[in-house]
């Protein structure tokens, strides 16, 4: 009987051992997730709330500046922040065996659209703009050439305009003008001035984990307070990732981390992972600075154009979806504990965001009507 649940266990992949039932069919399958009673269905429904969220919640801002063919409204330190982050973010829930498989879904996911969001931005804000400059630069001389300086009051020119010059003579006339203007100073800002120099843009995350080089799980003690785990992929590296590590159930990877010979500490019976935590931190540590630039940007511009605030509308309800998601899975302190530095950053940055979201109202919709009453131009952004 016990050699056939152990069978059972290994090849029908998932059993809830307290509840004494097996675990969600397409969960288990597509999410590698044993979900054993209600709560844990909603920490799972969270968890796909804040997937959902996460995966489009930088689609409007990337929209917003596909439109404006521009990314001024956003901080690319803020962004950077964000890619830095999701790469501690990444090892962190790959290493620690008490984060949900549906944290690291997440992880990939806006890893992925983050750095899309960057690319786009490094692409508009420096090398689209460094050729429409060029671009405009050539039109505008052509322009300048053909147009007098003071065209109202030609008198007023402090520079003669030699006689015998007719309108037959326009191309010497327009070197004439030109070299004038050069001469008076022009008040243009000098080419590219106005540019900042681009930031180191971000790096492929290359992740080696080796999860598991060989048949680990199959021979290993079956720990019965959570549910059994599934066979372990053999596959490693960060393409494969997916298969490997978050290919398990979450209750697996103390084991199989622990078995790959990574520093787990035990404590009331959880293991931890020692690195995965300093990573946790580390990245809680990035993304709640992160936010600083962006709102430090907004406060510098005096407005909001080209931020989409549906992008911190969706990081909010995902951030308050994933601590959800985190606390209904477990109310046990050593789960808790171990999560930390995932729920710390998720709380701080779902105030740093209502930060954001009501400096977009406020400058939207009560300094923008002060500020156009003054007159005042909203463009030129810098960050
Ligand atoms: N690239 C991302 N969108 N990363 C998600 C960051 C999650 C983090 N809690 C934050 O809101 O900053």
Redesign the pocket.
Known sequence: MKDLMLLRQKNSITYCIKEKKPCIGWVNRYFKDCLCNLSDEFSFAFGLVSLFC?GV??VPQIITNFRTKSSHGVSLLFLLG??G??IF?LAGCLLEPATLPTQLYTAVL??T??IILVLQSLYYDYFYKCWKHRDDDSGQEVEEVKKPLRPQKPTDSGIPIPKGIGVSASRRMDFYFTSARSLAGSATPPFRSNLRPIASGPSAVGLNHDYSSDEDTVNAPLNISVSQPKPIPRSAGYGAFLATSSGMPHQTKALIVGFGGRKLFQEHGTEHSALGQVLGWMMAAV??G??LPQIWLNIKRGNVEGLNPLMFVF?LI??VS?VGSILLRSTEWNKIKANMPWLL??VV?VVL?LFIILQYVYYKYFRKQSSTSNGRDDEGAYK
């Open positions: 996460w919640a930088e964000w890619v982050g999701d973010n806006y890893t659209t983050t993304y709640m992160g936010r990081a995902a951030n994933y950053d998720a940055c965001d």
